[in-house]
């Protein structure tokens, strides 16, 4: 990954939270970088169609400020021949006039109508999130391999098609316009604003981590909230369920896009594109040279959370580490699944209670008020690695490779360790009361078993094995099988594991 966008997300600090109607808002701050913007708006930039006769794949945009013009990923402009929307983020500089690659999202028109006229109006939404996840991928793989930030314009009309159909939003001329119209942001913002210091925000759709928008100065975050909202807003689930512990997911956006390549193509117009992607994440990032020689700073930074599917057919992401690939399952905030699709086997309940699931320590941790910049680093090493304690694993049943930890063991380690780079992945809770790995083989297994050995979880408190074979034979004594079906085995601690003797 490049440095400097690295030196940005590291930079990032969980600042608040703030849950609108199936959807969460953690603003995040950092100092400010690179030059003053403007965002398309008011007289400052006009966008109009290549010439009388037009093209879908492209418009031309003036810029009449004194300031380079900021246009995001998935920005929607409103006239002219139909409606379309912006491919790649891009910079126009002051007082010129830049073509800018565009998608057309409005399929079945192509004139002009009167109360729109020859000009386009923009500035006010752009595309849902996963639509513009979605177009970035495909317009930043043209871009790199073509040259051409093409977004793939059948692609684009059946996905806006889909998401017409599943929303029930009647459009004559099939324009992701008409979906906004119903849509109330006023009463759905209210008059939340972000605070003086926020440059972005990572954005949580019911309990699902779905990415992060961050800018290179807080201007410019205020002035592109609500067009950014209002796409995530159309995205959003009938959902209440917020998100636990913001910081945690902060850092493992962090994790997941540190070994990613990115690649490097000049701007459509100032500065460079860095654009890089994984079975997990998408990253796309607009930079401009800075003071300093040779080196740049990123003025926007947009990461999609995506999926993939594996040989069992569930999309879920891979999970690496040091270079190395690890078929590792990732914890529920990577792989964006909502928890109502995880649960145990029909007739087997988990054997906790759920008031009781988080285990003491990183309950302490919890409730501690943070410090002035966010999170201290021992309260976010306890909280934002201990997701053990705060999530169930895909399934209660296990089928393959395991590790297995009691999670009063993965506890003491979380508690002791210091250095962020020294932890295994994170896992999932089985139980409330283990910690659980799973992998494909053996080998994705092993590596992690070392590194908890090495961190000082004591070796006859691990379990290593495979579900499938009579390696569960050798089970150590506090881990027990409760029950064994066609499909797979559940563990869970023994009954004085469990429940150790009261002392006297």
Not at 424 to 432: D, I, R, S, V
């Amino acid at each position: 990954m490049s440095v400097s966008v690295r030196q940005r997300l590291d930079a990032l600090q969980v600042t608040s939270t703030k849950a609108f109607r199936g959807m969460t808002v953690v603003s995040l701050a950092a100092p400010a970088v690179g030059p003053e913007l403007t965002l398309l708006h008011g007289p400052e930039a006009r966008v109009a169609e290549r010439d009388h006769d037009g093209t879908i794949a492209a418009l031309y945009v003036t810029n009449h400020s004194h300031l380079p013009l900021l246009l995001l990923t998935g920005e929607l402009f409103r006239g002219g021949k139909q409606d379309r929307a912006v491919n790649l983020t891009t910079l126009i500089r002051p007082q010129t006039t830049q073509q800018v690659t565009t998608s057309c999202v409005e399929r079945d028109r192509w004139r002009y109508v009167a109360q729109l006229g020859e000009h386009f109006s923009g500035g006010h939404t752009t595309s849902p999130w996963h639509l513009r996840t979605a177009a970035s991928i495909r317009a930043c793989e043209s871009r790199t391999v073509r040259g051409v930030a093409d977004a793939d314009q059948e692609a684009v009309w059946d996905e806006i098609s889909e998401f017409l159909r599943e929303r029930e939003v009647r459009s004559l001329t099939a324009s992701l316009h008409d979906a906004f119209d119903r849509m109330d942001m006023d009463t759905a913002l209210g008059a939340w604003s972000p605070a003086a210091d926020d440059v972005g925000a990572m954005f949580f759709l019911g309990e699902r981590l779905v990415g992060l928008e961050v800018f290179g100065r807080p201007e410019a975050w205020r002035a592109a909230h609500r067009r950014i909202l209002a796409g995530l807003h159309l995205d959003a689930p009938d959902s209440e369920r917020l998100p636990s512990f913001p910081a945690m997911n902060l850092d493992l956006l962090r994790r997941m896009t540190r070994h990613i390549p990115l690649h490097r193509v000049p701007g459509q117009g100032l500065g460079a594109e860095l654009t890089g992607s994984d079975e997990a994440v998408h990253l796309a990032a607009a930079t401009v040279p800075s003071d300093a020689e040779g080196a740049e700073d990123v003025v926007h930074l947009r990461i999609g959370v995506v999926r993939h599917p594996d040989h069992s057919g569930r999309r879920r992401p891979i999970w690496r580490r040091g270079g190395h690939r690890a078929d590792v399952v990732p914890p529920d905030e990577a792989d964006g699944y909502p928890l109502e699709s995880y649960g145990f086997e029909e007739g087997v309940e988990p054997d906790h209670d759920p008031a009781t699931r988080v285990p003491a320590a990183v309950a302490q941790a919890a409730a501690a008020p943070p410090s002035k910049a966010g999170l201290v680093n021992e309260l976010d090493i306890r909280i934002g690695r201990s997701v053990a304690a705060l999530r169930r694993p895909p399934t209660g049943r296990i089928n393959g490779w395991f590790l297995a930890v009691p999670i009063s063991d993965y506890e003491k380690l979380l508690v002791g360790v210091r250095s962020v780079a020294r932890l295994p992945p994170l896992p999932h809770a089985l139980g409330g009361r283990l910690a659980l790995w799973l992998g494909s083989d053996e080998e994705s297994v092993r590596w992690i078993r070392g590194a908890l050995l090495e961190l000082g979880v004591p070796p006859d408190r691990t379990a290593k094995g495979d579900s499938r074979s009579v390696m569960l034979n050798r089970l150590p004594t506090w881990l027990e099988v409760c029950q064994r079906t066609e499909r797979g085995v559940h563990l869970r601690l023994t009954p004085e594991e469990r429940e150790p003797p009261r002392s006297a």
